[in-house]
DNA sequence: AACGGAATGTTATATTATAACATAACCATG
DNA sequence: CATGGTTATGTTATAATATAACATTCCGTT
């Protein structure tokens, strides 16, 4: 589901970025917003909020759905985390400092969600926005499919 | 919020549309399905499954639930509807033939959501979905602002 | 009329998300 | 280090969205 070389240093990682970008911006960076996005890591791929939630019970007591959801809205609104709205789940973001330019192509067989980029994408839309006369808050791209590995392409 | 110059015309197209799209590729325009699509043109912008639903509990008694998100996913796979994921709410394809390279821009003011077409994102979507050995499925494009008009713009 | 498949009805429940208010932690400032 | 304002979390309850599972009806074909 993902080729990181070694998963814990790739959780790490994305927890120390985290921990920068909340430093620079002065943001609190919580042990509860932590856990979350640990989890989300852990996962490395989309995971939906009750399923953090479990996964937080077993570690803490009585964690609740609010919790869940401010924290995921938290690292949403700071660009750590995406949601994928097809999916109703979150997955972490591999380059938060260039948040907005992300893309998904979600293989509906082994679920996986690979982030991409592309400037010709990024540049269409925002042509035809402008085109438009419309102001663009947020793009939500999300490309369903079958990636090759479940093809079975080379 | 729309700009048709007859609503009843507009509604009534889409439903005549609709009914010759089911002819040809032999599926059944029911009753259910066409009181939905009814429906959801008369909002003529994004509508959700329970609004459907109350509307309709007032013309037929006792509709519940499953009947409606029935007649959606009936309406969402043959191309009459659009699913706008990140509003968790429908809105009728004002161009069913065409209806796989549509995207919408939302506007977080007056709720609008404009169906737009544009080859240079289908062509950068297609070109990046091949580069990285996916094959497409479907695609979801929401591009969410502020609309033109809203911010006063001329 | 009898059959088979598709659509709808029905009951119940699963899943996803938030409102509203109480408490606790944090942090600036005197 | 007390005080007060702000931000975050805890807690309870419920809202909003969606589907499972099984029964019945409808509809075209034979
Ligand atoms: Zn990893
Ligand atoms: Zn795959
Ligand atoms: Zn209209
Ligand atoms: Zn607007």
New interface residues.
Partial sequence: MHNCTTHSDCIAEALHRAEEICDKRDLRFTDVRRKVLELVWQSHGPIKAYDILDQLDQRIAAIKPPTVYRALDFLTENGLVHKI??LNAFVGCSHPLRHRECYF?I??DCGEA?E?C?L??V???A???SR?????????????????DC?G?H
């Fill in positions: 709205n097809s192509l293989c509906s690979k991409c592309n010709d994408i540049d269409a839309v042509k035809t926005s438009n006369r419309f102001e663009i808050k947020h793009v939500t791209l999300e490309i369903t499919g079958e990636c090759g093809r392409v």
